[in-house]
């Protein structure tokens, strides 16, 4: 098999494109998982009320721009809802129990998607007008440009909050310990929610932002729930970073997979990725250590 | 006589009745919609035992429910295979499958089990829409021939509806007997606690993987007789969704239990089909009911988990007084 080095070029942007996607997934899982251990299972649904949300603004007559962000705004709402009011109160159950119940969050938010939006396919304009640039050979589309500079934007955000604020020191520190966190005057249930609410801001990014190149439905949230997860694990889960790079090494994985075998069984590569970490390197490729935790 | 041959006595009735319900019913839908109720019923047994006694969850069941399904459908259908040998089959594919799931798998707990079983679904649910020559794809396997043993045909909605009921009914009591037994215990033991488990010298991980492939097999069986009840199959019955509604099931049915899960999930079977079972409830209210069943079940999950994280302390205050009082 021949591949021209714009072919090589168009795979490789193709993977990146998707990679940012994940990776804004994957900060979400990240972000939920330092603060409270758990797996959120309905950050995918957060991707789809993004895309959803946004198209339900643009098709009501309000301006593309204002309908990403109030999609935004209204999915870090759900997301802090989600603590509020389906978590917190069940915290002393722990564990399997919180996960279970982030799984009947998302039948809820998935479930009411389609009776507010109907069960149809919704598109979303792009960003801005253009012809495709072309890179080497290789045609991108100014969209795919959209989704890698708001994702960069996304982490470099998320980045100086969680490195140079107060909020992200005491995001931090519930990362290691609630109870010391706690001690030290840490507002622990404040940080918790507050972490939903962002891993909704994430979610609902990636899915307004990929919505015009992809198209949106109410249930494509699981699939791209289970990628953004197998981003995280990838990179290690609870490590900001390691989810970035999970999200982009996943996505070109994928665009490989797409050009070496074929695009049919594109979706299993997520779950391989996902199994082969997990039995073989539960930390990810960057995590060091999480022994107890498994 | 003692309590036990009460229970006993009390099990043998009800079974009866369940039996005879299909024979005294002679509506062809209400007839199906029981199937299904019997169908559903096998396969929340088997995932009651994994998840509900030994802990170990799963958001997969809805896929080797397919592939029972499928594999019986081809085998029949397009290899000839007699029904009896393609229903036995297909169970034994389901059982590999499960097993080769359950293996790798064995590593993770909780919520790593969950995605890993949740991406296997998702992955099931790309392969019954792309392998057209076993599947038929999106447009689904029809003309699936009727359960058939020598001359002997089952083709009427009874006759279909008993087959299935009965099967149900083997099911769930050998399950019981599983769990009364020493597989039971030892499930109930690593739910509990593994290292505890492992201590008294319970071969932890061979538990998990056989309690995993029984599930699964289960599930299969579930999904053959589904597949040769109906006639006509299609990947939208083994989503991702029905996996969720199972696993809502045994949650909502409770730990340890099999008639909790069995009635639960007989309720959720139900609930969309109220206007046909119901003949005085309106058009409307039918619809908006059939509407809303996703938003119930995801409800009940949430609030049954609260309302147990709280009660918790205060329920195992008076278990311990009622054992106490048995006991004395």
Redesign the interface.
């Known amino acids: 098999m021949s591949m021209s080095s714009a072919d090589v070029l168009q795979f490789v942007a193709s993977g990146l494109q998707n990679g940012a996607i994940y990776a804004l997934m994957a900060l979400g899982f990240t972000l939920v998982f330092a603060s409270t251990g758990i797996i959120n299972f309905a950050q995918g649904e957060f991707f789809m009320l993004g895309g959803m949300l946004a198209a339900a603004g643009m098709a009501a007559g309000v301006p593309l721009g204002v309908s990403v962000l109030a999609a935004v705004a209204a999915t870090t709402l759900v997301g802090c809802l989600v603590e509020r009011l389906a978590l917190r109160p069940a915290r002393s159950a722990g564990g399997l129990a919180l996960v279970i119940i982030t799984i009947g969050c998302s039948m809820l938010i998935k479930s009411g998607a389609r009776h507010l939006f109907g069960p149809d396919e919704r598109a979303l304009p792009a960003f801005t007008a253009g012809e495709p640039l072309s890179v080497g050979g290789a045609l991108i589309e100014p969209q795919a440009v959209w989704v890698l500079v708001l994702a960069l934007a996304a982490a470099v955000g998320l980045t100086v909050l969680y490195r140079w604020t107060k909020m992200g020191l005491a995001m931090r520190a519930c990362s290691i310990s609630h109870d010391a966190a706690r001690i030290v005057g840490v507002d622990t249930a404040r940080v918790v929610m507050l972490s939903f609410g962002l891993a909704g801001a994430l979610g609902a990014l990636a899915g307004a932002v990929v919505a015009p190149i992809t198209q949106t439905a109410y249930d494509v949230g699981a699939r791209m729930g289970l990628k953004g997860f197998a981003a995280a694990l990838l990179g290690g889960l609870g490590d900001p970073v390691g989810a970035i790079v999970g999200g982009f090494v996943l996505g070109l994985l994928e665009s490989g997979a797409v050009a070496v075998v074929s695009g049919t069984y594109k979706d299993a590569v997520a779950l391989v990725v996902l199994l082969v970490v997990l039995v073989l390197r539960p930390q990810g490729i960057l995590g060091r250590h999480l022994g107890e935790k498994l | 006589m003692n309590a036990f041959r009460v229970r006993q006595w009390f099990g043998v009735i009800v079974a009866m009745a369940m039996l005879a319900v299909p024979l005294v019913v002679t509506d062809r839908y209400v007839l199906k919609v029981l199937t299904f109720v019997g169908v559903n019923a096998i396969v929340v047994v088997g995932l009651a035992l994994l998840f509900g006694f030994a802990g170990q ?1 799963s ?1 997969g069941h809805a896929a080797f429910f397919g592939v029972g399904a499928y594999a019986s459908a081809f085998l029949t259908g397009t290899l000839g295979v007699p029904w009896l040998g393609a229903v036995a089959l297909a169970v034994v594919l389901a059982c590999v499958v499960g097993w080769a799931v359950a293996v ?2 064995l ?6 089990l ?3 079983t ?3 679904n ?2 099931m649910s ?1 392969v019954f829409v ?1 392998a057209r020559a076993v599947t038929g794809g999106n447009d689904g396997l029809g003309n699936i021939p009727f359960p058939s043993i020598g001359p002997l045909e089952l083709r009427s909605p009874t006759a279909l509806c008993v087959l299935v009921w009965a099967v149900a009914l083997a099911v769930a009591l050998a399950a019981r007997n599983i769990t009364l037994s020493r597989p039971g215990r030892a499930m109930r033991a690593l739910h509990a606690t593994e290292p505890g488990a492992l201590a008294v010298g319970i071969d932890v991980a061979a538990v998990k993987v056989r309690v995993f492939a029984l599930s699964a097999g289960l599930a299969g069986l579930a999904g053959a007789l589904y597949a040769h009840a109906v006639g006509f199959i299609s990947p939208s019955s083994f989503g ?1 969704d029905f996996s ?1 509604l199972l ?2 099931a045994v ?1 909502l049915g409770g730990r340890e239990s099999l008639l909790g899960p069995l009635a639960a999930m007989t309720a959720f079977t139900l609930l969309p089909y109220s206007g046909a079972l119901l003949p005085g409830i309106p058009r409307a209210v039918a619809e908006t009911i059939q ?2 069943v ?2 119930l ?6 609030l049954t ?2 309302v ?3 009660g ?1 302390s205060l329920r195992f205050a008076t278990r311990k007084q009622a054992e106490a009082g048995e006991d004395s």
């Not at chain 2, 590593?107 to 790593?112: Q, V």
């Open positions: 969850v958001l790798p798998s590593r993770l707990k909780g919520h790593y969950a995605m890993a949740l991406g296997f998702e992955i790309v792309e991702l969720i696993m809502a949650v509407d809303w996703p938003d079940v995801g409800l009940t999950v949430v988990l609260i147990r994280a709280r918790a």
